[in-house]
C-alpha cells in the first residue's frame, strides 16, 4: 500500500473535498479520483493540519489529461501538495479516533469573544475596518504581540505563520540556496523551502530540539546554509524544546556562519510544564522570530507576525505586498481587540495550558501504561503535539503500522512525513541527519482534539495494530 506514494496531505475535522484513492485491501472510504467535488467546480483543499493541504483535484491537475501542464512554471509543475492524502477518507469514517489532526481543539475556540471583537470592530470603526490597510500591519496590533508596545516597527503582521515562512523564502533564497532544518520538521516550512528552490540540509535533533553539534559539524564539513530553520518550543511533529545550551549555541553559530536563523514559535504560549527560556531573537540579531494567532486564538483568522532586523523588513513588505497587499483589516484589529483584553486572555490561555496539559499527560500515561514497552514516549512541555517512537525491537516502521491502525480505527501522521529525502541534501552534510531510522519509528500523535477518554481508547487500537503488524 502506497498511503505516503504521493506527497500530499489531508485533514480530518474539516475536509471539504474528497482525497484519491482509499486504502486497497481494508474497508473504509472509496473516494472517485480526479472529479471536483465542490461546488465551485475547483475542487478545495482539505487538511489534516496546517500546511499539510491536498492540493486541486480537478480534471488534469495533477498530471498531462489536458496536454497543457508545459504552460506550468517550474514551481506550478514540482509543487506537491504534500503527503498522506488518503488519510483523509479514513479520518472522516465515524468511529476513527484521529490523532491525525495539527488543529487546535473546536471546543476551545473562542467563538463569543470573536464575535463581541467583530461587534465591536465595526461599530466603532466603522468602514475603516472594511478598507484597506497598510502592507506591514495594522499599527495597534504590531504594537501588541512586538516585544514591548515600542518596538511595533519592527513587527510586519501576515496571513498566518505559514506566510511568514513563504515571505522569508521569497526574500532570501535563490534556487540552490541551502536550508539546515531540524529532521523532522514542520512540513509547511519544508514546502515554502522547497517552492524557492532551496536545498534542504536536515540536521538531526533529540528531546531536546536541533542538535546543534551536528550542525556545527556540517558548517565544519563545508555545508553554507543561508538560513536554519527551527520550531524552539514543543515542535511539530517532535513537541521536543530546544535547550538553553543549543539555544546560545545556535545564537554563536549563526553570527560566526552568518546565517538567519528562522525562529518559528506558533506553540510558545501553550507551555504546560517547566520554566520559559529565552527566545532566540533575545539572543542573537541574526534571528527572526515568528509567532501567530492560529494556536492561541483562531486559526481561521489568519493573522501571524514576524520581528524582523530592518535589512529584511523592507523586502518582505514588498515581497508581501506582491501577494496579498496586506492581511485582512477586519481581522486584525478583531485580534487586537481580543488581545488587548488581558483579562480575557490570560484566562483563555490558562484554560488551553490546563486542557492541553491534561490531554498530554493522559497520552503519556496511556502509552506507558497500555504500551507494555511497545513505544518510546519523549512527554512535550507544551504545544498540540507528543511524538511516540516504536521501540526499535519491534522492527515496525510508523508507514508500515499505519494500515494496522487505520484498520483499528486510530490514525496519525507517520515520521517519515516529516523527513527530508537525502537526495534533497546539499553534498556536504557531515552526517548531520544520521537518524532517519529513528524518524521512521516515530509516530505524530496531536493530543490536542481528544479527551483523556479517547487518548486512552486511542492508545488501546494503536497497541492491537502494532501486534497485528508484527504478526
Ligand atoms: C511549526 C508551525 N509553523 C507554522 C505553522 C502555520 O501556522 P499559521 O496558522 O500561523 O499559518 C504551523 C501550523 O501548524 C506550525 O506547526
Known amino acids: 500500500m502506497a498511503l505516503l506514494g504521493e506527497r500530499r496531505h489531508a485533514d480530518d475535522e474539516r475536509t471539504d473535498e474528497a482525497g484519491a484513492s482509499g486504502h486497497p485491501g481494508a474497508p473504509g472510504p472509496r473516494v472517485p479520483t480526479g472529479r471536483a467535488t465542490t461546488a465551485d467546480g475547483l475542487g478545495r483543499a482539505a487538511r489534516i493540519g496546517p500546511g499539510e493541504q491536498v492540493g486541486p483535484s480537478w480534471p488534469g491537475a495533477q498530471g498531462g489529461a489536458s496536454g497543457l501542464t508545459e504552460l506550468l512554471s517550474r514551481t506550478g509543475r514540482e509543487a506537491t501538495s504534500s503527503v498522506i492524502r488518503d488519510l483523509l477518507d479514513w479520518t472522516r469514517r465515524p468511529d476513527m479516533l484521529s490523532l491525525a489532526g495539527g488543529i487546535p481543539a473546536a471546543e476551545l475556540l473562542p467563538v463569543e469573544r470573536v464575535g463581541q471583537a467583530v461587534e465591536r470592530v465595526l461599530a466603532d470603526r466603522g468602514p475603516a475596518a472594511l478598507q484597506y490597510g497598510p502592507t506591514d500591519g495594522e499599527a495597534e496590533l504590531r504594537a501588541l ?48 523551502f522547497r517552492a524557492a528552490g532551496a536545498r534542504l540540509l536536515p540536521v538531526a535533533g533529540d528531546v531536546g530540539g536541533l542538535d546543534t553539534d551536528r550542525l556545527e559539524a556540517a558548517l ?12 524552539p518550543e514543543f515542535a511539530n511533529p517532535t513537541g521536543a524544546t530546544l535547550t538553553a545550551a543549543r539555544r546560545r549555541h545556535l545564537a554563536a553559530l549563526a553570527e560566526r556562519h552568518r546565517f538567519v536563523i528562522i525562529e518559528d514559535d506558533p506553540y510558545g504560549a501553550l507551555r504546560f510544564a517547566g520554566p520559559p527560556l529565552a527566545p532566540l531573537a533575545d539572543l542573537t540579531p541574526m534571528a527572526v522570530r515568528l509567532g501567530t494567532a492560529s494556536k492561541t486564538l483562531a486559526p481561521g483568522l489568519r493573522v501571524g507576525w514576524a520581528l ?23 481581522d486584525q484589529l478583531v485580534v487586537a481587540d481580543v488581545l488587548a483584553d488581558a483579562v480575557f486572555l490570560n484566562d483563555h490561555l490558562d484554560r488551553l495550558r490546563a486542557v492541553y496539559g491534561r490531554r498530554a499527560r493522559a497520552l503519556g500515561a496511556a502509552l506507558a501504561r ?48 516529516f523527513l527530508v529525502d537525502p537526495a534533497e541534501a546539499p553534498a556536504a552534510t557531515g552526517g548531520a541527519d544520521t537518524d532517519r531510522c529513528d524518524g521512521e519509528r516515530r509516530l505524530r500523535l496531536c493530543f490536542a482534539t481528544l479527551d483523556e477518554d479517547g487518548l486512552a481508547e486511542a492508545v488501546e487500537r494503536l497497541v492491537a495494530a502494532v501486534d497485528r503488524a508484527v504478526g
Open 308 to 330: 524582523l532586523p530592518e535589512w529584511l523588513r523592507g523586502p518582505v513588505v514588498r515581497a508581501k505586498q506582491a501577494v496579498d497587499l496586506h492581511t485582512s483589516t477586519l
Open 220 to 231: 565544519a564539513a563545508g555545508a553554507r546554509p543561508k538560513a536554519v530553520y527551527v520550531v
Open 145 to 192: 504581540v512586538a516585544p514591548t508596545p515600542d518596538r511595533g516597527d519592527e513587527v510586519v503582521i501576515t496571513t498566518g505563520s505559514q506566510q511568514s515562512l513563504d515571505l522569508l523564502a521569497r526574500v532570501l533564497l535563490d534556487p540552490g540556496d541551502v536550508v539546515a532544518v531540524e529532521s523532522p520538521s514542520y512540513l509547511g516550512a519544508l514546502s515554502a
Open 370 to 417: 497500555l504500551g507494555g514497552g511497545r513505544f518510546t514516549v519523549d512527554p512535550p512541555a507544551g504545544g498540540m503535539f507528543l511524538c511516540a517512537g516504536l521501540a526499535p525491537a519491534l522492527g515496525l516502521t510508523a508507514d508500515a503500522l499505519l494500515p494496522a491502525a487505520l484498520d483499528a480505527g486510530v490514525a496519525f501522521v507517520p515520521g517519515s512525513a
